[in-house]
């Protein structure tokens, strides 16, 4: 398969859900990112996969766009021999100058169809029986019930804490 050869100009990796972020790192991308992260802690329907541990990448094109990457981290002190790592992936798309709760909508539908789409299928995320949909409502980035239109929470905010 052919792979082209991308000039990164930065290249960042930090934690699922933060709170750090590496120096450099664009602010916005990496807040998207983390929003994304903490909500991927709850609410799946498929295999028992820990996340915890996660590692997000952000490279930047020189243009200012970005592929992001998130891949499976350590296995966590105490989990169970059942539990099985992420399937990793990546995608582009986000640009530095989209508004953070822009970019938190597009990374949520980004890694919702990454999940969906792969083997082992993760439904995620999920109330009762239904997808939740990323979406931007009032410039606010949330998840919906789409049949009832109805918002659930904000994207960062779906896990009790």
């Excluded at 960042?12 to 933060?18: K, L, T, Y």
């Excluded at 450099?24 to 609410?43: F, I, K, S, W, Y």
């Excluded at 169809?113 to 980035?141: C, N, Q, T």
Aim: charged fraction near 20%; glycine fraction near 12%; proline fraction near 9%.
């Amino acid at each position: 398969m052919y792979m082209p050869d991308f000039d990164y100009v930065g290249v960042w990796g930090f934690p699922i859900m933060g709170p750090d972020a590496p120096d450099g790192a664009p602010t916005n991308v990496v807040e998207a990112c983390h929003a994304v992260g903490r909500d991927l802690q709850c609410r799946w329907h498929g295999p028992d996969t820990y996340m915890q541990n996660c590692v997000w990448t952000v490279s930047m094109l020189d243009d200012g766009q970005c592929h992001l990457a998130l891949d499976a981290g350590p296995r966590p002190k105490g989990k169970s021999a059942g539990t099985s790592p992420l399937r990793g992936f990546g995608f582009g798309g986000p640009h530095i100058e989209q508004p953070v709760q822009e970019l938190t909508a597009l990374i949520a539908g980004e890694v919702q169809d990454e999940l969906a789409g792969g083997f082992p299928y993760v439904h995620w995320p999920i109330e009762k029986d239904r997808f939740l949909m990323p979406s931007l409502r009032d410039g606010r980035a949330v998840w919906v019930v789409r049949s009832a239109d109805r918002i659930v929470s904000e994207i960062g905010e779906l896990c009790p804490r």
